[in-house]
Each structure stands twice: as structure tokens, then as C-alpha cells.
């Protein structure tokens, strides 16, 4: 635990004017980022009394190691910039909502060039028109399939389209009329890309317009005695009517508008958010979040529009957003919506009328997602809790381990030997944290060596960083695989290994557990706890002991560490299958110099096999688009170099020259029996550990 006045600023140093800051740990991972009107008066108030501080407020204060400010002109480039720092540090002590699911949209794909309706999940896609969000899937395919009638949109995936277009025979949506069948051409890509705004168009709550156009042209339809055309008018006008009446009118006055609520207490806090366009309610979502911090309901709502709006623009960002308080000042809020939609926006809270009375429903709705959550939580909670104490109880250890890290070793029959890190934090798994690694040591098959070579170089890259006096860098040569890893002053993302763990746990019994121990010994490392969890009885080794410690079959902490042991075998029997397949994929292709993977496919294309074109001649190889003389004189040389030497033969008496370790020919007789492939192991007799 720090003391603030230790990385307390000198006075005069923090300059009177907006910017936003962000507090460091010791291991200078950002834990915290802020903005602030004036940076000299909010940091002020970090470093006031302890006994003064809220209790979150003073937590974040002593875990923190190190603060730092960036000065920008406006409030409203504070808020961009704190949202930007929040979304890319995630720091554990800022307020963050957990969207209890991916919510489903209505999605039209306007940058196609025949736009697809579907439903559609995650990050919002450029060009795409999206509606929503709803609550179930279900609800979506139920209103497309009330308006397809009306407006047939293309529905299909691309490969069916494709096929449709090749056999000239379009799917049943185009047979029965809910589809205007655009892949064989029934329309062109102008008229069904109208339809498909027309689509849009009534989504979005215009939908007067194409209901008094239809009673005109059914009117008109049955005065002309078209009675046949009039009836299918007056079916589209009732499904028209039929997917509004999904969704009821609650604002009469055909607005568009969000709707955010706010339901908290002192340690956690429920976001509602109802979406209205046209009036009508298309869409709601929620979000629950720990009040890590002292905040007030202004701030949460301030937090919510961050999450809500971050990543929009336009249309996306409604004229009007009510809200039940203002963020404090309200002004760079409201300045940053509008330049998010392009034009004005109306942020306010609801006093009185048809506005309000929404605004209580949804408030009721935040007060039970707060009371659904807690319910759900609580035994979680304590679950977690109690485990982590019998952890600690049954290993001896001075706390409650919060960070555990597991590591797993995985092999076929020697073969690709790969190993896995899993991280646990407070219980629960902490997968951007995952990491995985090659056994470079040595070949073949050791476990207790792979775990020696794993955690030596886990826990010495830790150290190296460590001692670059308290300035992270980014290594050149890492061991682990994945992008963008690694602490610098820049960037204070935990990535990579520099956050240590109170438990270091190992896939294993005795000798494994030794083996890390030692490693963590020759490194010096004495603060770190290390135990084996063996799969036969499911017993935990210590260092050091000659007897393990066996934990009852209903604990919550052996529940909590074989869950751990499983996530590793897990992670590492997926890395070594994902290294035997490539190797197993591998052709004298890939050791051509120059060759990427395209002009590798024409190859293929060209000759319809690799066999193919290991005997085409170097002619026959240049006739491939994108090949030149040289790579394919290279491509055949590589198949020559892959070709296994044919054995020589003595005519005389029969058996095979083999060579010895001095390059002599030495005769050996060919020994009867079914050829063995010099291959892959055999995987049904292998076993994967």
C-alpha cells in the first residue's frame, strides 16, 4: 500500500486548465484515468486527508504508484480523450458497464450491391443500417417476415445468392413473393436498392407515407375492378399494420428519442435505456456496473452516454436524450453528442407528459435489473469468496491468492511440445491475460523440464522489466505468441507478463511442482506460492513436502483450482492441435523464398493437385499467371529437395545399399513385413497430454 504523499506533485507543478489524468500502479499499469475543468483543483482533491477520502476513492489512492496529466484546450477534448483512455487501458478502479449480452439488430447491408436484411450481433459495420437493438432474435425474424411481403428485400447469405445466380432458379422466398429475386435479374440493382432504402425508411418510423400510398393504390386498384391486385394491397396494408402494432405507440408526437435510467446503491448501479424513433420503442438494452469509485447518478449517466454513444454517429445519436440527472457541467456533454450526430441535440431530464411517464417505466425497469443482478451475484460472490480463503487456509498462505496463474504442458507423443498460461483474477478468468508458448529448450518428451524452461522464462522477462527502474518496455523477442503484448511509459495495458501472481499452480504432482519452484529459485523469486494439482486423486503438492494435501471433494477451493488446471489443459491441447495441424498442412511450397499464399493457391488452382505438380516440368510451372522463370525453377527444385532419395539396389543378390555415418554404402537385408509410413505418428495410438 502506497502513501499519496510519496507521488504527490510539487505545488505549482499541475497546470489550471482542462485535461484528463490518469494514476499508475507500481507496476505501472494504469488503474485509474479522469478528466477535470481545472487539473490543479481535481488532483487537489486526491491528496487531502486519507480519513477524509471516500472508501473507494482512498483504496485507489494507495494502490496507485504514480500520476500523470495531459493538458488539452476544451472540456469537450477531455471527454473524447478520457473515453479513448478508458476504452483502450481499461483500468480497474474507472466505472465500466457489463452488457449482460450481445443484443441482436436489424441490420441492412447499404454498402452491397444488392443490400441484405439480417440479424446481426457485435461491432457495427460501416455502410450497414442498423435497428434496434432488440431483445430476442426471434422478434426481429418475426417483423422481417411481416414487411418482406411488402418489401422484398434479398434475405440470403452471399453463397446462396451466388448459387441462385449460377443455376438461374431463385430461392422459395422468391417463389411465394418475399423475395424480388434480384439474382436472376428479376429486378435490376437500382430497383431493389430502392426497395431496400423504402425498407429503411419505414424502420426508422416513417411509416404514414407508405401506408396512405398503399389505401391510395388499393382504392384506385378497386375502381378499376382490379379486385385481385386490391386484396393483395389490403393483405400488405394489414402486415404493414400488423409489425407496428409490435411495437406500441408511447410517444405521440413521433419522436425520436433515448430514454436512460439509472437505479444504484452504494456499491453497484443498473443502466436502462429504451429506444425510441417514430414514437414507437425499437429497441432496449441494459447495462450493471461496480461503483468502484465515488461517483454521483450525474456521472453515471455522463459514463453511460460514453458507452452508448462512443462509437456512433449520425442518425445513431437520436435528436433527444432524456436522462433522470445532468452531468456536471452539462455543456461539454451536450457539445460532444452534437458533433457525434452532426446537429443538434436536446439533453434533458423529463418533467412532465408522455416523456416522463416513459421514463418512470424505465426506471422501473433499471430498479429490477439492479434487484435480478444482485439476486444472481450474491451467492456468486460469496462462492468466490469462500474459495479463495480455503485456497489460502489450505496452502498456508499470508492472503486470499486474487491472481492465480496456471500452466499446463501439452505434447503428441513428444511431438510439437507447446505449453499454456491461464490467469485468474478474484476468481474468475481473466482470457486477455492467456498466454501461450513454444518449448525451445530441447526436443522430445519431458514434462518436468518443459515446466522448468516455461516458468524460468514467464518469470525472467518478469524480472527484466521489473528492472529497467519502473519504465516498462516492449521485449524484441517474445516468447509468448499474440499481437500487440507489452508494458511501455505510453502504453499501460496489463499485457504480456508484467503483472505477477500470488499462486503460481501446475498441471502435476510432485516432480512438476519442484520443477517450477526451482525455476522461481534460481530467479530469486521468494514471494510467490506454488502448488500442483495431480489429476489421478486430485491431491495438491507443495514445495518441499512428502505428502500432499488432500482438500475435501466438496470444497469450494478444489473446485476453483481444478477449474483452473482444466482451462490450462484446455488452452494447451488447442494451441498443440492448432501447431499439428499447420505442420501436418506444411508443403515443400512453404520453404520457396517469395512464394506468398496467392500465387501458392494458382499453383494448386493451375495443376489441380500437389502431386500434379511435383512432376510438371519448369515449362509447364511458368504457363501459371504470376510465375516467372526463376520462382518456378525454385518451386521444382524445392520438390526435388523434399523428394526422398531412392534407395540403391545390388542386382546381383537383391538387397538395398544403405549408407552409414560415413557416407559408405552398407548392405543390409530387406527385412519382410508391411511398410511403415515415415509420416505422422499414427493419432489413434497417439495419446495427447
Not at 291 to 317: F, I
Request: hydrophobic share 35%.
Amino acid at each position: 500500500m502506497a502513501d499519496p504523499s510519496s507521488y504527490r506533485p510539487k505545488p505549482g507543478q499541475i497546470p489550471d486548465s482542462p485535461g484528463v489524468y490518469r494514476f499508475r500502479d507500481e507496476h505501472r499499469r494504469v488503474i485509474y484515468v479522469g478528466k477535470a475543468k481545472s487539473l490543479r483543483q481535481r488532483l487537489a482533491n486526491y491528496f487531502q486527508d486519507l480519513a477524509g477520502l471516500h472508501p473507494r476513492t482512498r483504496t485507489m489512492v494507495t494502490t496507485a504508484a504514480s500520476v500523470e496529466w495531459t493538458v488539452v484546450s476544451t472540456e469537450v477534448e477531455a471527454l473524447q480523450l478520457e473515453y479513448s483512455w478508458i476504452k483502450e487501458y481499461d483500468p480497474r478502479f474507472n466505472v465500466k458497464y457489463r452488457d449482460d449480452k450481445s443484443y441482436p439488430y436489424l441490420a441492412v447491408t447499404m454498402n452491397e450491391e444488392f443490400p441484405r436484411v439480417q440479424v446481426m450481433r457485435g461491432h457495427k459495420k460501416k455502410g450497414v443500417r442498423y435497428f434496434g437493438p432488440y431483445g430476442h432474435a426471434w422478434a426481429i425474424r418475426d417483423t422481417v417476415d411481416l414487411l418482406l411481403r411488402v418489401f422484398p428485400v434479398r434475405t440470403c447469405s452471399a453463397g446462396v445468392f451466388k448459387n441462385a445466380a449460377r443455376t438461374g432458379r431463385p430461392c422459395l422466398l422468391g417463389y411465394i413473393g418475399k423475395c424480388s429475386a434480384p439474382c436472376v435479374d428479376r429486378v435490376s440493382a437500382e430497383e431493389h436498392r430502392e426497395l431496400a432504402e423504402e425498407f429503411c425508411d419505414f424502420m426508422a418510423g416513417r411509416t404514414g407515407t407508405y401506408l396512405r400510398r398503399l389505401e391510395k393504390q388499393m382504392t384506385e386498384a378497386a375502381e378499376d375492378l382490379e379486385y385481385e391486385r386490391a386484396g393483395r394491397l389490403r393483405d400488405d396494408i394489414e402486415a404493414l399494420k400488423k409489425a407496428m402494432e409490435k411495437s406500441a405507440v408511447v410517444l405521440a408526437d413521433a419522436t425520436d428519442a433515448d430514454l436512460i435510467a439509472v437505479a444504484e446503491d452504494e456499491l453497484e448501479a443498473a443502466v436502462q435505456i429504451f429506444h425510441v424513433r417514430g414514437g414507437r420503442v425499437r429497441g432496449q438494452r441494459g447495462w450493471v456496473t461496480d461503483k468502484v469509485e465515488e461517483v454521483t447518478t450525474g456521472a453515471l449517466v455522463e459514463h453511460a452516454l460514453q458507452q452508448l454513444y462512443g462509437e456512433e454517429k449520425g442518425d445513431a445519436v437520436p435528436r433527444e436524450v432524456l436522462v433522470p440527472a445532468l452531468p456536471d457541467p452539462v455543456e461539454p456533454v451536450q457539445e460532444w453528442l452534437t458533433e457525434r450526430r452532426g446537429s443538434g441535440v436536446s439533453l434533458r431530464i423529463p418533467q412532465r407528459g408522455d416523456k416522463k411517464a416513459l421514463m418512470e417505466t424505465v426506471q422501473r425497469n433499471a430498479h429490477q435489473a439492479l434487484g435480478l443482478h444482485k439476486t444472481k451475484r450474491a451467492s456468486d460472490l460469496t462462492t468466490r469468496s469462500r474459495a479463495l480463503e480455503e485456497i489460502a487456509e489450505a496452502l498456508d498462505l499470508d492472503s486470499a491468492p486474487l491472481r492465480i496463474e496456471c500452466y499446463d504442458i501439452s505434447h503428441l507423443q513428444g511431438d510439437d511440445v507447446v505449453a499454456s498460461m491461464v490467469v485468474f483474477e478474484d476468481g474468475l478468468q481473466r482470457k486477455s491475460e492467456y498466454r501461450r508458448f513454444q518449448i525451445k529448450g530441447f526436443e522430445g518428451q519431458d514434462d518436468v523440464r518443459s515446466m522448468h524452461e516455461v516458468i524460468t522464462r514467464r518469470f525472467r522477462r518478469y524480472l527484466a522489466e521489473k528492472e529497467r527502474t519502473g519504465e516498462w518496455a516492449d521485449d524484441e523477442n517474445p516468447d509468448a505468441d499474440g499481437p500487440g503484448n507489452g508494458l511501455t511509459e505510453e502504453d499501460g495495458r496489463p499485457k504480456r507478463f508484467a503483472y505477477p501472481p500470488q499462486l503460481v499452480v501446475v498441471d502435476g504432482g510432485q516432480p512438476q511442482v519442484a520443477a517450477a519452484k526451482k525455476a522461481l529459485d534460481e530467479l530469486g523469486i521468494d514471494d510467490i506460492a506454488v502448488c500442483g494439482l495431480a489429476k489421478r486423486l486430485e491431491e495438491v503438492w507443495l514445495p518441499d513436502e512428502g505428502d500432499p494435501v488432500v482438500l475435501p471433494r466438496t470444497s469450494e477451493g478444489l473446485y476453483l483450482l481444478q477449474r483452473v488446471r482444466d482451462e490450462a489443459h484446455r488452452f494447451a491441447i488447442t494451441y498443440q492441435r492448432t501447431k499439428r495441424a499447420k505442420r501436418f498442412r506444411s508443403s515443400p511450397l512453404d520453404d520457396v523464398p517469395g512464394l506468398g499464399d496467392t500465387r501458392k493457391q494458382a499453383l494448386i488452382k493451375h495443376f489441380g493437385s500437389v502431386k500434379r505438380l511435383r512432376s510438371a516440368t519448369i515449362d509447364q510451372i511458368c504457363e501459371v499467371p504470376g510465375i516467372g522463370r526463376k520462382t518456378a525453377e525454385s518451386v521444382a527444385a524445392a520438390f526435388v529437395r523434399a523428394s526422398p532419395a531412392a534407395p540403391a539396389v545390388n542386382t546381383a543378390t537383391g538387397e538395398i545399399m544403405e549408407d552409414d555415418e560415413d557416407g559408405a554404402p552398407e548392405t543390409t537385408a530387406d527385412a519382410p513385413g508391411e511398410p511403415v509410413s515415415a509420416g505422422a505418428p499414427d493419432e489413434r495410438r497417439g495419446q495427447e497430454t
